[in-house]
């Protein structure tokens, strides 16, 4: 439930124009994260209920990694800060999902 602020938006910078696989891949992850969503229902102390969807975010990372590698290549990313960027998930938000499997 993250809330977009207008600094969120307006103070990314990106030149659009020199970025198309951006658009086609923001479709892609779009229809992606749509499929993957899950109908969230609470029911409230006064009888009524709030329906919301959570998204499934770990279910697109292919995608997301193909948007990263792209903003990566705009921005002159080295491989390593690429590196950095698409297994940070995985190393710092996961290790410990990942620790108890073995």
Do not use: C, W
């Amino acid at each position: 439930m993250f809330n977009l602020t207008e600094s969120n938006i307006f103070d990314f910078t990106l030149n659009y124009d020199n970025v198309n696989d951006v658009g086609i891949f923001a479709n892609k992850l779009e229809k992606d994260m749509d499929r993957n969503k899950i109908l969230s229902v609470v029911n409230k102390s006064n009888g009524g209920t709030n329906q919301s969807y959570a998204y499934q975010k770990k279910l697109s990372k292919p995608i997301i990694d193909e948007i990263d590698k792209v903003l990566a290549k705009h921005y002159g990313f080295t491989e390593e800060e690429l590196d950095f960027i698409i297994n940070y998930d995985i190393k710092y938000r996961m290790g410990d999902e990942l620790n108890e499997n073995e």
